[in-house]
């Protein structure tokens, strides 16, 4: 099984600062990645996948980079709206995994 | 719309059996493959189940290997994971979600609103 591994758990930020999440695959997955933003009592939602691109609707603020083991997540300037649980998950191999999560709080 | 609408869950004791329904309009079911994932109270998101476009192909996480089954109904575009000798370890929101997936990648690009399945005597 491949563990991935967010860091930082928490993340402190300002609103209107740039935030930076960091998600680490065990092995390889390639560019086999996805970001999920999930709210309080809401179901996840899908920012990036094959780890840099944006699915549909999602702001240009939000940016994925990143392939093999290192990916990145970046909220350019953070809003109101962003603050929130941001998860990776890699598709390269069964099962499919998610990391522990990184949770966005206001500064 | 893309509407994914679960049902079934609720209060079962160990080793009891609970089977989860998830409801999907807006899009052409069968062509997409179909996912569970659960999440426990305070906690991450486990990937749980996955199944084929035509049911032919299905994968599950080790921890539910022989006792969730997932399966699909194309005619009623409807999605089910059969629970079996659940435990208290299996309580959790279980969502449904569609599988997305491109030349660029893959995400679960709609998600249901979740249902609770609590384990407990």
Do not use: H
Not at chain 1, 36 to 58: C, D, F, M, N, V
Not at chain 2, 52 to 78: C, L, M, P, W
Request: include cysteine.
């Amino acid at each position: 099984e491949i563990v991935m591994t967010q860091s930082p758990a928490t993340l402190s930020v300002s609103p209107g600062e740039r935030a930076t999440l960091s998600c680490r695959a065990s092995q390889s997955v390639s560019s086999n990645l996805a970001w999920y933003q999930q709210k309080p009592g809401q179901a996840p939602r899908l920012l990036i996948y094959g780890a840099s691109t944006r699915a549909t609707g999602i702001p240009a603020r939000f940016s994925g980079s990143g392939s093999g083991t290192e990916f990145t997540l970046t909220i350019s300037s953070l809003q109101s709206e962003d603050f929130a649980v941001y998860y990776c998950q890699q598709f390269n191999n069964w099962p499919w995994t998610f990391g522990q999560g990184t949770k966005v709080e206001i500064k | 719309e893309v509407q994914l609408v679960e049902s079934g869950g609720g209060l079962v004791q160990p080793g009891g059996s609970l089977r989860l329904s998830c409801a999907a309009s807006g899009f052409t079911f069968s062509s997409y493959w179909m996912s569970w994932v659960r999440q426990a109270p305070g906690k991450g998101l486990e990937w749980v189940a996955n199944i084929k476009q035509d049911g032919g192909e299905k994968y599950y996480v080790d921890s539910v290997k022989g006792r969730f089954t997932i399966s699909r109904d194309n005619a009623q575009n409807s999605l089910y994971l059969q629970m079996n000798s659940l435990r208290a370890g299996d309580t959790a929101v279980y969502y449904c979600a569609r599988v997305y997936s491109s030349t660029s990648g893959k995400g679960l690009d709609y998600w249901g609103q979740g249902t609770l399945v609590t384990v407990s005597s």
